[in-house]
């Protein structure tokens, strides 16, 4: 765990929480099995559907955006293999994680079958889930150009928001923080590739 610790440091993360969590839980145990050998370089790693999961430097910038500090209610829009789940579960108080790839969520609770407060449910994303609402942060891992509606009305006063905007390919990922209402953008986090976000709220 010490290279991506190391990498995270080296991208400027410098919230310690968020570089213990990287250095407790161990990235083998959430990619394919054929590609364990990768899990410890600061690169993504191909999983099925054409999907893969984000580099870890970048989760770590990320995460460490959302400022948590263990109270919080987190929703997380892509759930992949879990790695990046497994830190927000030691970083928050609940997470609910929406993957709409049941095989994927499937391995995924697998591998975050320790983390009890934990909640990872097949669906669409850009939906969230309003019957869990509000959210204190929400992280999507999933490019659109824009904050689908239902995500910007999820989040609770106050609450942080990350999410790649842009058209799949080349995003900026941004920092919104939620104040009277309305979403306001604090900073861009990271230049980066991400997948699309599919579904009713994002590319159809």
Not at 70 to 97: H, I, K, N
Request: hydrophobic letters at 45%; aromatic letters at 6%.
């Amino acid at each position: 765990m010490d290279a991506l610790v190391a990498a995270a440091r080296a991208a400027g993360v410098e919230d310690e929480r968020v570089l213990s969590a990287i250095a407790a839980v161990p990235r083998s145990e959430f990619v394919p099995g054929e590609r364990v050998a990768l899990a410890n370089l600061d690169a993504p790693i191909p999983i099925p559907h054409e999907q893969v999961t984000t580099q870890p430097s970048l989760v770590a910038r990320m995460v460490e955006a959302l400022a948590l500090e263990g109270e919080e209610r987190v929703l997380e829009v892509g759930t992949g293999y879990g790695w990046q789940t497994a830190l927000l579960a030691r970083l928050a108080r609940d997470v609910f994680s929406v993957e709409r790839f049941a095989d994927l969520a499937e391995t995924a609770r697998a591998g975050l079958a320790a983390c009890r407060n934990v909640h990872v449910v097949v669906g669409d994303g850009s939906r969230g889930l309003p019957e869990r609402a509000p959210f204190d942060a929400i992280i999507i891992s999933a490019a659109y150009p824009d904050v689908p509606d239902p995500l910007a009305n999820q989040l609770a006063e106050g609450g942080r928001l990350v999410q790649p905007l842009g058209f799949g390919g080349a995003e900026d990922v941004v920092l919104f923080e939620k104040r009277g209402g309305e979403l306001h953008r604090v900073r861009s986090v990271s230049g980066a590739h991400f997948v699309r976000l599919y579904g009713r709220h994002g590319f159809r």
